[in-house]
């Protein structure tokens, strides 16, 4: 697999966007997503949507750059905003920024977002909170369409991967940052392991009949497959939170939950935001927070267990791993990136 450097697949995709007319500003929100997908091993979320989301979106219209975000609905503690089909990672970025913005004049804050493009990886706009010592949650569908996950019991697909994110202050350390899927994985994990032609652990997916697989191809079919909610044995866990989540960033959004007959690929969103000062001093915060971690820490190990990590940990230790050693790209992913940059005369 080709290796780069974050600077490197940073330029390559500025030019991209470049020649698809779009501007610095936004070129660079959207990149910065990417990237940072790939340096914390969220390769699912990372440059391989240069060339499966952002330029296809952008060349059938369904991206509209500069798209002005509306406030639709508005309170000291609350916004609900129409993104009018922008970039995702702009929208979100804009969305939690304003949570943030509304949290320090009332403590606690949220703000939903219909209208909004594939927004990418969810733990990178939660941190924005966490960098103002607040905890920032956030919730996502696929605005009614997408579904690619069968409910508890059944083998027809009815939701999105739904993911769902918190990022937790940390005074002097990486915040605690849980981001996942209420899948067994993201969607886009199928297609890193389609690109590198890998075969996917038992338990993930099943075929149009029901019936568990480890072929990448019967996900895609035709007829298509689909993914498990996340629990294996204790599965209704998901299915349940993946449940709620589509009601929050659906239903509260006014992008509506998983629904028939919807084939658009974007976001819903819905944002909290928490100002910790608000609830307790922050010093006595951090200080708890700390004793919390080592007493977890201090748990004894599996035999095979190096070392306990909090969510969060293992991505900071990889980003610290592919800044050093750099970031792996599968040659499938490279060649479409390839393809697309020859389309518009740019050399990569």
């Not at 915040?175 to 994985?185: A, E, G, N, R």
């Not at 969103?269 to 971690?293: C, G, H, M």
Request: with cysteine; charged share 20%.
């Amino acid at each position: 697999m080709p290796v780069f450097t974050a600077e490197e697949l940073t330029q390559i995709c500025i030019k991209v966007f470049r020649a698809l007319d779009v501007s610095d500003v936004e070129a660079e929100v959207v990149t910065q997503s990417m990237v940072d997908a790939n340096l914390v091993g969220h390769d699912s979320h990372g440059v391989i949507h240069l060339p499966t989301k952002y330029v296809p979106g952008l060349e059938g219209c369904l991206i509209q750059p500069g798209a002005e975000i509306e406030v639709t609905r508005e309170s000291p503690s609350m916004a609900v905003l129409n993104g009018n089909w922008g970039f995702g990672p702009v929208i979100a970025t804009h969305a939690v920024k304003l949570a943030v913005q509304k949290a320090k004049e009332t403590d606690v804050s949220s703000v939903a977002v219909f209208r909004c493009n594939e927004v990418g990886r969810l733990g990178g706009y939660a941190l924005i909170a966490a960098a103002q010592n607040m905890i920032g949650i956030l919730t996502v569908n696929d605005h009614g369409g997408g579904q690619c996950v069968v409910p508890f019991g059944g083998i027809e697909a009815r939701l999105s991967t739904n993911p769902i994110a918190y990022a937790i202050p940390v005074e002097g350390s990486a915040p605690i940052l849980l981001d996942m899927s209420t899948s067994v994985v993201a969607a886009g994990k199928i297609r890193v392991k389609k690109n590198r032609n890998e075969l996917v652990p038992e338990g993930w997916i099943i075929d149009a009949d029901g019936k568990p697989t480890t072929n990448v191809d019967d996900f895609y079919g035709p007829p298509p497959g689909a993914l498990l909610p996340l629990g294996g044995i204790a599965a209704h866990k998901g299915f349940g939170l993946s449940f709620v989540v589509d009601i929050l960033s659906g239903a509260l959004s006014g992008a509506g939950c998983s629904r028939e007959g919807e084939s658009r690929d974007g976001n819903g969103l819905f944002i909290t935001v928490i100002n910790v000062a608000s609830f307790i001093d922050l010093s006595t915060f951090n200080a708890e927070i700390e004793r919390f971690i080592a007493y977890i820490k201090s748990t004894k190990r599996a035999p095979d267990v190096e070392e306990i990590l909090v969510p969060g940990e293992r991505g900071y230790q990889e980003r610290n791993k592919r800044l050093r050693e750099g970031i792996f790209i599968e040659e499938d992913t490279w060649k479409q990136i390839q393809t697309v940059a020859t389309k518009y005369g740019l050399a990569v």
